[in-house]
C-alpha cells in the first residue's frame, strides 16, 4: 500500500511528497488531478469511493523559488552527509544515548563563518564541542568529505521512499543520474525500482 503520495507540478516538475489525506483534500478541491493511483486499494468515505492517489498533479503552476530550494535544514544536511559525523565517522545510530548530530560551520559564525551549504556539515555533539570555535587547521579536525551544495532534488527526497510508479516522474523529469544520486541517498529504498 502507498505511504504518501508524489505531488507533482503543473508542470510535472515533482515537488514533494504529501500525505494521503491531504493529496485527496487537493483533488477533492479541484487543486489537483490523479495521474497514478492504486486501484487496488480505494479509499472510501460514506458516500464515495476514490482510486488511492500514488501521483497527482497541481492544476495550477506553483513557482517554487529558487532561495527556498538551496535553505540549509538538519534534515537535509544530515541526509547529505548520510547521518555520519563528519569528522569521527559514526553514524547516528552508533552515539552514545546523550549524543547528537548537530551542524558544525567549518568557518565558525562567530569568525565571520556563514551558513551556507560549502561550510557546514554534519557533526556529532562530542566532535562539535571538541572543535568549539576553531578552524579546521587550529585543531587538526577535517571532514571526512568536502562539503558541497547538492542539486535541490536531491534535498527535497533526501528523506522520503519512493514506490516504483513515483520513481518514474523523477526519472523522467530530471534524468537516470539523478535518480541514482537518489538511491544513494536513499540506501536501499529505490534498489527495486526497475529501469526501462
Not at 492504486?38 to 472510501?44: G, M, N, S, Y
Not at 529558487?66 to 535553505?71: D, E, Y
Amino acid at each position: 500500500m502507498i505511504a504518501g503520495c508524489l505531488a507533482l507540478n503543473a508542470s510535472y516538475e515533482p515537488l514533494t511528497m504529501v500525505p494521503l489525506r491531504r493529496a485527496l483534500r487537493l483533488v477533492i478541491d479541484g487543486k489537483a488531478e490523479i495521474v497514478e493511483a492504486d486501484r487496488h486499494a480505494p479509499v472510501r468515505s460514506e458516500k464515495h469511493a476514490f482510486p488511492r492517489p500514488a501521483v497527482i498533479r497541481l492544476t495550477r503552476y506553483v513557482h517554487v523559488p529558487r532561495r527556498f530550494r538551496r535553505q540549509v535544514t538538519n534534515t537535509f544536511l544530515f541526509a547529505r552527509d548520510d547521518y555520519q559525523c563528519q569528522y569521527c565517522g559514526r553514524r547516528s545510530s552508533e552515539l552514545k544515548p546523550r549524543e547528537s548530530l548537530t551542524r558544525d560551520h567549518l568557518i565558525p559564525m562567530s569568525r565571520g563563518g556563514t551558513n551556507e551549504w560549502s561550510n557546514v556539515v554534519t557533526a556529532c555533539s562530542s566532535c562539535n564541542t571538541r572543535k568549539a570555535n576553531r578552524m579546521p587547521a587550529e585543531i587538526g579536525m577535517h571532514p571526512l568529505h568536502a562539503p558541497v551544495e547538492p542539486h535541490f532534488v536531491h534535498l527535497s527526497w533526501a528523506v522520503r521512499r519512493l514506490t516504483p510508479i513515483q520513481a518514474q516522474y523523477i526519472r523522467t523529469f530530471y534524468g537516470e543520474e539523478t535518480l541514482r544520486e537518489l538511491e544513494k541517498i536513499e540506501g536501499s529504498g529505490l534498489r527495486a525500482v526497475g529501469r526501462p
